[in-house]
């Protein structure tokens, strides 16, 4: 992939945050979009529940917190501060958790309102 985006820094705390609700608790996002490639910071609240399986690709760092990635077959992963998970599009149906608060750097090629 060649990533064709100009130099850029991001004060993320100047963006403002879309707060979506999940099944359960708050996901805080604030994003920036370059064509296809979407940039995300990504404040869960404890106690979050994603509403929907996801089969979109990601490259997910944990800042701060933990998160637990449910997968439809029953498996799940815990992800703590500094680290990470990829996946691509398509190989996995996935939902985020948490038990406690979460922050995530989220870079993946969903157009805004996806995933």
């Known amino acids: 992939m060649k990533l064709s985006i100009p130099f850029e820094t991001i004060d993320w705390s100047h963006l403002t945050a879309t707060v979506v609700n999940g099944a359960t608790g708050t996901a805080a996002m604030r994003t920036v979009q370059h064509g296809s490639l979407r940039i995300r910071m990504i404040e869960y609240s404890a106690n979050y529940l994603a509403d929907h399986w996801c089969s ?14 449910e997968h439809e077959d029953g498996t799940t992963n815990v992800l703590q501060a500094a680290m990470s998970y990829h996946v691509s599009d398509g190989l996995s149906s996935h939902r985020s958790r948490t038990v406690r608060s ?7 090629g969903g157009f805004l309102g996806e995933g």
Not at 56 to 69: A, S, T, W
Request: charged share 20%.
């Open 56 to 69: 979109l690709g990601h490259l997910v760092f944990v800042l701060d917190g933990e998160l637990i990635n």
């Open 102 to 108: 979460a922050k995530l750097l989220v870079v993946d």
